[in-house]
């Protein structure tokens, strides 16, 4: 049972993600501000944003871009491809991405 809930948890997570970055669509933002803005549903650890984002951004979803800050992490800058718009406006699906409709 705590393995569902840990695979709903990063599920939504990522949704989340990508329904964060869909807001500012066109602009990259820092990991650091997609945390606080992650903050509002719950607490966001580090560690889950790089899952997260690894999910994400993986060979065969590619839905957000990460330019990286070798020096700190959460400093590196993000954003959505056009994958990750499709994502975020329903044109495709994912399992592994829950978004709320």
Not at 17 to 39: A, P, T
Not at 59 to 66: D, P, Q, S
């Amino acid at each position: 049972m705590a393995d569902i809930i840990k695979v709903t948890k990063a599920k939504e997570l990522r949704g989340r993600i990508i329904e964060k970055l869909y807001l500012s669509y066109g602009e990259d933002i820092n990991l650091v501000i997609l945390q606080g803005l992650l903050r509002f549903v719950g607490n966001v650890q580090e560690m889950d944003i790089k899952r997260a984002i690894y999910y994400l951004g993986g060979e065969n979803k590619r839905y957000v871009k990460l330019q990286l800050d070798e020096d700190n992490y959460m400093n590196s800058k993000i954003w959505l491809t056009p994958a990750g718009v499709n994502l975020a406006e329903g044109d495709i699906t994912d399992v592994g991405v829950e978004l709320n409709e």
